[in-house]
């Protein structure tokens, strides 16, 4: 039998089942609900590859328009379901999987429109690989008399997910061919940018990111697996997600996390200042070290651990800072990187954490409202999802969110491709410019458009 718990007052009911299952491939899993569950999928798996998470179909969706409390609506509407189900010790808990978009006082009519301020979903069929282990779990919401029924259903078309996600064979597809390439407002960036950076010079502000976006088109459509499973080959020491929405699929490679939380210790990082790679290793530690000693880009990373330092000092007790960043090195590019932790103090949530740190001065600037409002007013675009969070929850309230940077929207032969980076007193707008083409390439490549303006 299912596990089963209802409040008497409420008729809904939140039943849920898993099993452990062996060898299941995460991007086949995915793959199999081609049929069923296309525009209600979604995949996350963390840098380390120690945790993996795919979602098939839509067993709840909590979801906002809201500008204020977006957060803590949606943490208080999860609160709500989770009290419906079991509190038994299980091998996996339930997930609610989502994100938010960059700035809900946006209102430029984008490829964005369809997707909400905020939202989030908990899958009827559930995958988590975690050590090698891997679990699929059903999860039904009703109220429905005859649930038993519809429950037996659903186990049945779970052993048919599994079953298909066993014998499928995941094929590295064919790239559909790039038909046409627009850098969108490439003139506004570069101006926006040189506005911008004149702006902090006055002192209006210390800090703003500005990004800008690609429009490619393709003589054939993707499917989202394919696209999925490319990423994955292409950049394997990042974070990859990827959230659909009816026929849009929002995903990405991010090295950035914004927040974990587990077992009361909070973790998250500071990653801003980049430089490029090397062509031979000799170059590429030079690179590396004249980005450790560049006084422009150790400006533009401080703004953001000074910030998230800040908001762990109030969130956290025991809060540990390093005091200089190291390199991140990932497959284009290399990061100053600076990881924060902290023991989340008894009344904090990771929801809190989401709200108090987004966006932090390596996606808006510094200060916070100012930065943000000069993006809206000289990107002259919508972010959507990009630069946003994008992560999980579980029953305990453990869970992490990502930045959605190097990240794409894929809206069946059309791919919006989008970068940024942090403009400060010492920017320059062409550097600025090669630095968001250095961005791109994660997603160029995945897709198959030329790397090459
Ligand atoms: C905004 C982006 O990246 C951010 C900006 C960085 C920078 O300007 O140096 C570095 C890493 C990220 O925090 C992006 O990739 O689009
Ligand atoms: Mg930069």
């Not at 328009?65 to 949606?74: G, S, T, V």
């Not at 339930?94 to 009519?109: A, C, K, Q, V, Y």
């Not at 052993?159 to 969108?184: F, G, M, P």
């Not at 009344?347 to 600037?365: D, R, W």
Request: with cysteine; hydrophobic share 35%.
């Amino acid at each position: 039998m299912p596990n089963t718990t209802g409040q008497k007052k409420s008729t809904l009911r939140f039943y849920t089942e898993t099993i452990e299952v062996s060898r299941l491939s995460a991007h086949a899993f995915f793959a199999a609900g081609d049929e069923n569950y296309k525009g209600k999928r979604f995949f996350w798996q963390n840098k380390e590859k120690t945790f993996t998470l795919v979602g098939l179909g839509h067993a709840h969706t909590i979801a906002n328009e809201l500008e204020e409390n977006r957060y803590q609506d949606i943490a208080s509407k999860w609160k709500e379901l989770c009290q419906l189900s079991l509190k038994e010790k299980a091998d996996v808990s339930p997930i609610l999987f989502g994100g938010f978009s960059f700035d809900p006082f946006n209102r430029i009519s984008s490829e964005w429109d369809t997707f909400p301020s905020a939202f989030f979903t908990l899958s009827t069929f559930q995958l988590v690989i975690r050590n090698e282990q891997a679990f699929v779990s059903i999860h039904l919401i009703t109220d429905e008399e005859n649930s038993m029924d519809t429950f037996e259903q659903l186990r049945i078309e779970r052993d048919a997910l599994i079953h298909t996600s066993q014998v499928k064979e995941l094929k590295n597809h064919a790239k559909s061919k790039l038909v046409e390439r627009e850098d969108r407002l490439k003139e506004k960036y570069l101006q926006a940018v040189e506005d911008v950076t004149k702006r902090i010079q006055e002192n209006e502000v210390k800090k703003v990111v500005i990004g800008r976006s690609l429009k490619l088109t393709f003589d054939d459509v993707f499917s989202s697996a394919s696209v999925l499973y490319n990423t994955s080959i292409e950049q394997p020491e990042s974070y990859l997600f990827g959230l659909e929405r009816d026929d849009k699929l929002f995903f990405g490679a991010t090295p950035e996390r914004l927040v974990k939380v587990e077992h009361g210790e909070a973790l998250s990082a500071g990653i801003a200042g980049s430089i490029k790679r090397g062509e031979t290793s000799i170059e590429d530690r030079q690179l590396g070290e004249s980005l450790l000693a560049d006084p422009k880009n150790l400006a533009e990373h401080k703004y953001v651990v000074d910030m998230i330092n800040k908001v762990f000092e109030q969130y956290c007790d025991e809060v540990k800072v390093p005091s200089r960043p190291k390199l991140l090195k990932i497959r284009d590019i290399q990061h100053l990187h600076t990881p924060i932790q902290g023991q989340l103090k008894n009344s904090a949530s990771l929801f809190q954490l989401v709200e108090a740190l987004h966006p932090t001065p390596a996606m808006g600037g510094e200060p916070r409202e100012e930065a943000v409002a000069i993006i809206r007013e000289s990107e002259q675009m919508n972010r959507g999802y990009y630069a946003a969070p994008i992560g999980w929850i579980d029953t305990e309230g453990d869970g992490e969110f990502a930045v959605g940077i190097r990240s794409a929207l894929l809206e069946n032969e059309h791919a919006y491709l989008y970068a940024g980076g942090g403009i400060v007193a010492e920017s320059s707008s062409l550097e600025e410019f090669e630095e968001t083409r250095v961005k791109f390439r994660p997603m160029l490549r995945t897709l198959g458009g030329n790397m090459n303006e």
